[in-house]
């Protein structure tokens, strides 16, 4: 069977299963949802208190609303009718597992390359496959597929106030050090500036509005005001009047996001919790999961560079886009990586010791010294990563 049949069987499959788990599920939120408190999962990062309070109570019910089509949902774009109905696992702002991932395709010559984007680009929605009109060149010459897996929102406001200088800093494209680790940032273009890319699997996108518009359109398919940075759909196909989203229901939303808490450690006792940290840095783990970084409220405990590295094998296909070759993701926050099973940018690995045993290429050094831990020493690392 061909890639690309394999694709799209796995596509219908998993549409299917989304469809279930996207249009059973109902709102969540309502005005007595009682706010977690603050720093713990699903609550504010800080106590709020009078409008700010108000005001992330509103945007987690702008996340949490089920959109309906009279408000513009869908057209071109739909994968669900609501933030929540991914961005949920264990609580609502933070990840999903595989019946919530979305669908990326394009071709490479059956992995001879070079990658190529399809005519519409590489996002396959429920409303907008490979197969529909305007995509028949598509259809038949897509041969490589890739799917995502939904991150958790938790603490991802305080990457926005890491300084830009904090993550170049990190860089080493030429491997310089020769430590085989070659990380670099990836840079958006922006008008006529660069931005680091911050979030997205292949850190495609600087800022958590940025995403929030990106979402808004590609997922639930709702239109919005132009911001001029060149995120979200302005206009759309249905009769709903464009904009879809009323500027006060996106800056309750984005208010929400900037403040919902960091996963908070586990806190576990077990005296193996520090030995295992203690060898996360030493096999070299550390090196791309930097465990903080500089934010404006003190050090994040984000476990990443925020920086691209390549860990797959050279037969790894998948999208490539510009400045974020094949092969080439954002290492992952580990905080709360005890919560957001399957793991990597596809959810191919169930456990923590499948992902870290998936690590190759810049990762290899790594991936070879924790194969030659004893036993006890490997217990002690996954103890340590259950515990973030
Ligand atoms: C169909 C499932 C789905 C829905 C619905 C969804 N997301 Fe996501 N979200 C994802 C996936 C998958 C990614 C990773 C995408 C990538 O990097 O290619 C993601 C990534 C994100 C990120 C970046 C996180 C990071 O750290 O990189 C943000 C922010 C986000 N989503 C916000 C939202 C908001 C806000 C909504 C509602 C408007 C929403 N999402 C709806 C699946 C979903
Ligand atoms: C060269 C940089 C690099 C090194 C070294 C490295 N990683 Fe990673 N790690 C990554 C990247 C990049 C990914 C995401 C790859 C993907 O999704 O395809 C990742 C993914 C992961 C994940 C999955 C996280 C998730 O949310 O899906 C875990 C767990 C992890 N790494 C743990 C480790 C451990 C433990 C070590 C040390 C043995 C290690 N990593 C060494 C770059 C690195």
Not at 139 to 147: K, T
Not at 177 to 183: E, F, L
Not at 354 to 366: K, S, V
Request: aromatic share 6%.
């Amino acid at each position: 069977m061909s890639i690309l049949r394999r694709g799209t069987r796995l596509l219908t499959i998993t549409l299917a299963a989304l469809t279930i788990s996207t249009f059973v599920g109902a709102e969540v939120i309502d005005d007595d949802t009682p706010v977690p408190p603050a720093g713990t999962p699903g609550g504010p990062t800080v106590p709020l208190t009078g409008a700010d309070l108000e005001q992330w109570i509103r945007g987690r019910k702008v996340f949490d609303r089920d959109w309906r089509l009279d408000q513009g949902l869908g057209t071109p774009e739909l994968n669900a009718d609501s933030c929540r109905s991914c961005h949920h696992h264990p609580v609502i702002g933070a990840a999903g597992q595989l019946d919530t991932n979305v669908f990326r395709f394009g071709a490479d010559n059956n992995g001879n390359g070079p990658f190529v984007d399809l005519p519409g680009g590489q996002i396959a929605s429920k409303l907008r496959r490979v197969d529909v009109p305007g995509r028949e060149d598509a259809n038949g010459a897509a041969d490589v597929f890739e799917v995502r897996q939904t991150p958790s929102l938790l603490g991802i406001g305080l990457l926005e106030t890491i300084p830009e200088s904090a993550i170049l800093a990190n860089e080493d494209p030429f491997d310089t050090d020769g430590d085989g680790v070659r990380g670099v940032a990836r840079m958006i273009a922006i008008g006529g500036a660069f931005e680091v890319g911050r979030y997205g699997w292949k850190a495609q996108i600087p800022t958590v509005s940025d995403f929030l518009r990106d979402a808004v359109s590609e997922e639930i398919g709702i239109t919005l005001p132009d911001d001029g940075r060149g995120f979200g759909l302005l206009t759309d196909s249905d009769p709903v009047p464009d904009p879809e989203i009323v500027d006060a229901d996106f800056d309750d939303a984005l208010f929400f996001l900037m403040n919902l808490a960091p996963p908070p450690r586990a806190g576990g006792t077990d005296p193996a919790i520090p030995q295992g940290e203690a060898l996360f840095s030493t096999i070299g783990c550390a090196t791309c999961h930097i465990p903080t970084l500089p934010g404006a409220g003190g050090p994040v405990p984000l476990y990443s560079d925020l920086l691209l590295h390549d860990i797959h094998p050279a037969e790894f296909r998948g999208m490539a886009e510009p400045d974020a070759p094949v092969g080439m993701y954002r290492t992952p926050p580990l905080w709360g990586v005890r919560d957001t099973s399957p793991y990597l940018h596809d959810g191919s690995a169930t456990t923590l010791e499948d992902a870290i045993l998936r690590h190759g290429d810049e990762a290899l050094n790594a991936r070879t010294n924790y194969e030659q831990l004893t036993a006890g020493e490997q217990d002690a690392l996954l103890l340590f990563l259950e515990d973030l």
